[in-house]
T-cell receptor, first 114, second 116 residues
Framework: DGGITQSPKYLFRKEGQNVTLSCEQN?????MYWYRQDPGQGLRLIYY???????QKGDIAEGYSVSREKKESFPLTVTSAQKNPTAFYLC?????????????FGEGSRLTVL | AQKVTQAQTEISVVEKEDVTLDCVYE???????LFWYKQPPSGELVFLIR??????QNEISGRYSWNFQKSTSSFNFTITASQVVDSAVYFC?????????????FGGGTRLMVKP
């Protein structure tokens, strides 16, 4: 089945540790995105990537890092510099074009800092 | 700066009732796109509709309908004869034409609970 796979679904981390969330897509989409979801705040964009080896900061990039070495993969690292990392993280992909297209989302990764 | 407001944080209805989810947006651009997404308990957001700013026709898809009014900057979503499977969080989102990255600005979401 075509879609987006995020792992792990649940992750616990101690303060001061970096963690990496995986996102893989087989939709052949050029663009990929990472969003953070907090209760009552909707989704906020962390990073996005239009093509391989290129990515741009979103609204809340501080304390996060990404890489885009392959078209299919866009991992997100939550670093120890992120002050409030407990949240639900959603990865998405889309066709890249002049008109914003439909975003396809994964099922998310819930990160809890102990 | 673009902004999307969904004033209703939570709505509870009984099955078969009609329900309208409100969405108000702010943008300085004359060309923009509006979206609705559904987030079921499984977590992934599912695309429902995209509308561009030049098309104010209302749209109906089965039990779903959307009312776009530029005069009030609103893009409301109505579910007719609601069902338990409609229970989810619904997000309204906006993207401006000049927005690098096709980025969406999401509202805070409305949690809809449909009781049997």
């Amino acid at each position: 089945d075509g879609g987006i796979t995020q792992s792990p679904k649940y992750l616990f981390r101690k303060e001061g540790q970096n963690v990496t969330l995986s996102c893989e897509q087989n939709l052949n989409h050029d663009a990929m995105y990472w969003y953070r979801q907090d209760p009552g705040q909707g989704l906020r964009l962390i990073y996005y990537s239009q093509i391989v080896n290129d990515f741009q900061k979103g609204d809340i990039a501080e304390g996060y890092s990404v890489s885009r070495e392959k078209k299919e993969s866009f991992p997100l690292t939550v670093t120890s510099a992120q002050k409030n990392p407990t949240a639900f993280y959603l990865c998405a992909s889309s066709i890249w074009g002049a008109i914003p297209g439909e975003l396809f989302f994964g099922e998310g990764s819930r990160l809890t800092v102990l | 700066a673009q902004k999307v407001t969904q004033a209703q944080t939570e709505i509870s209805v009984v099955e078969k009732e009609d329900v309208t989810l409100d969405c108000v947006y702010e943008t300085r651009d004359t060309t923009y796109y509006l979206f609705w997404y559904k987030q079921p308990p499984s977590g992934e957001l599912v695309f429902l509709i995209r509308r561009n700013s030049f098309d104010e026709q209302n749209e109906i898809s089965g039990r779903y309908s959307w009312n776009f009014q530029k005069s009030t900057s609103s893009f409301n979503f109505t579910i007719t004869a609601s069902q338990v499977v409609d229970s989810a969080v619904y997000f309204c989102a906006l993207s401006e034409r000049n927005n690098a990255g096709n980025m969406l600005t999401f509202g805070g979401g409305t949690r809809l609970m449909v009781k049997p």
